[in-house]
Nanobody
Framework: VQVVESGGGLVQPGGSLTLSCAAS????????MRWYRQAPGKEREWVAT????????NYADSVKGRFTISRDNVKNTVYLQMNSLKPEDTAVYHC??????????WGQGTQVTVSS
């Protein structure tokens, strides 16, 4: 099983970034996918969820209207489009796959830094 995030980097406030999470080794289309983030010295924070079919999405209030989660069940990839980025969005972003049974997989994370 592999869950690999990519796309992080340094961006100025107000800028945009798209994160990707490529999954393999399990039936991707059976898993809800989530993005979480963890800033230095803070607890891990849930960011967004997309159901296995992509039919339902949910967002934390802190990112609602700015971030969009999507998935491609052919490419086994989930995305997080981040717009209007703020310094407080700086964190390591992690991807999680969960089927509410035995499957609960995490990636290593990708660093997002929002700074001028």
């Amino acid at each position: 099983v592999q869950v690999v995030e990519s796309g992080g980097g340094l961006v100025q406030p107000g800028g945009s970034l798209t994160l990707s999470c490529a999954a393999s080794g399990f039936t991707f289309s059976s898993y809800d996918m989530r993005w979480y983030r963890q800033a230095p010295g803070k607890e891990r924070e849930w960011v967004a969820t997309i159901t296995n079919t992509g039919g339902t999405t949910n967002y934390a209030d802190s990112v609602k209207g700015r971030f969009t989660i999507s998935r491609d069940n052919v490419k086994n990839t989930v995305y997080l489009q981040m717009n209007s980025l703020k310094p407080e969005d700086t964190a390591v972003y992690h991807c999680n796959a969960n089927n509410y049974g035995s499957g609960d997989y995490w990636g290593q994370g990708t660093q997002v830094t929002v700074s001028s």
